[in-house]
């Protein structure tokens, strides 16, 4: 069973299909203002000045946030039930998210942090590229039916610790649109960016050009 809608990287979430969507708190980006090093100098001088700065990746952004809902017995997304099991995220299940919006689930395999930086046009020798990110986790996955091990990472939650895992999966194709990422839920696992508690957070490739937009659909399936 799986769920879909979708969200454009710095706008707002746009529901797709039978999914209600709530956008909480604030998009944020990391800027690091230092202020201006300097040293004075004259013709002649050998000096050794040490530096240090951070800067914002390019090629990734995050989400994070809850899961609602439960499963059904029903006709169809119109008619009223036959039955329903209550579901809550301790009953487990994954979030996902694919610039495509018609990913083959049917289809979806294990892929490899190259093709991701193909995908996305990644030179795999920078230090974010998919090559030198997707490299921490073999992550065991159960989605759609289909299971197996693929490349993935951690990412740190409000503590510091490398807690939730981000894993990448594909449906045999090369475009952007036939990769998905992936993390599995949990309700122990606090955010990152304010010790919350919450079911998912994730990562997900962009394109790398400034104030260039993407737009991810999210798939949900619950246990």
Known sequence: MLALFGVLLGSTFAAITNVTDTVEGVTGKYTYNLGTANTTTEGGNVTEV??????????????????????????????PAMYVWTWAPASGGEVCASTGSDFGWSAVQTTTKNLID????????????????????????????????????????NSGASVWQTFALD???????DFAFCVNMS???????N?????????????????????????????
């Open 187 to 193: 309700t122990s696992k606090t955010f990152a960016p």
């Open 118 to 157: 193909a995908a996305w046009y990644f030179a795999t020798g920078d230090s974010d590229s998919a090559t030198n990110t997707l490299t921490d986790v073999s992550a065991v996955y159960d989605v759609n039916g289909v299971t197996g091990t693929t490349t993935g990472t951690y990412t740190r939650d």
């Open 171 to 177: 449906d045999t194709g090369a475009a952007k649109g």
């Open 50 to 79: 040490n530096l240090s700065s951070n800067s914002s990746t390019e090629k990734w952004a995050g989400f994070y946030g809850n899961v609602s809902g439960n499963l059904l017995l029903a006709q169809s997304y119109t008619t």
């Open 195 to 223: 010790g919350n508690t919450g079911a998912y957070q994730l990562m997900v490739a962009t394109n790398e050009t400034a104030a260039t937009y993407e737009t991810y659909f999210f798939f949900v399936e619950l246990n």
